[in-house]
């Protein structure tokens, strides 16, 4: 697999240069706002894992927005990933889970936060500077602008999505 200690892309990864920065960019926000947060360094390297390897499949041949998530957690765990949290957080980053742990709620919102995208920068900055101290306000804010996008295109809402939606806002 990887080196001990040392968290990358898997070689299996398909990805684009501009796909690979997408992913730095959000190991680089989680492992700051892990910092940020004083996580124990465990999880960190969860939270880690599952940046790395959320979109090492995006620019496969047979991938799309949706189908990506699940052949990485599949290829992960055929490559012996075998913590289900970071299977669960990689599997449906594009979704959302109402099942999920702080692995898969910190890589949706840095997938969705990350300074690289273009759309609605300033805004994005300032849920990412407030997502350490309010996760779970900032978690509501960033489903509810994917779901609205989702809406707006006219696409269906997965089960997963509603179910994640669902369980923020019955807190």
């Known amino acids: 697999m990887r080196p001990a200690g040392r968290v990358t892309l898997p070689d299996w990864a398909v990805v684009t240069p501009e796909r690979r920065a997408h992913i730095e960019r959000v190991a680089q926000l989680v492992g700051d706002w892990a910092q940020a947060l004083h996580v124990a ?8 894992r599952a940046a790395w ?5 995006r620019d496969a041949p047979a991938a799309d927005e949706l189908a990506h998530g699940p052949m990485a957690a599949d290829r992960a765990a055929r490559d012996g990933e075998t ?3 970071v299977l669960d ?15 898969g709620r910190m890589l949706y919102l840095a997938d969705y936060l990350e300074p690289g995208r273009e759309f609605a920068r300033p805004e994005r900055a300032a849920l990412a ?3 350490p101290r309010e996760r779970d306000a900032v978690l509501i804010e960033v489903a509810r602008r994917r779901i609205i996008r989702a809406l707006g295109a006219g696409w269906p809402l997965p089960r997963e999505t509603v179910e994640f939606w669902n369980s923020l806002v019955s807190r």
């Open 129 to 131: 500077a407030r997502a």
């Open 89 to 103: 957080a990689v599997r449906y980053h594009s979704l959302g889970s109402a099942r999920w742990d702080d692995v």
């Open 83 to 85: 913590d289900p949290g």
């Open 41 to 48: 360094p465990a999880e960190r390297e969860r939270w880690l």
């Open 53 to 57: 390897l959320h979109d090492a499949l």
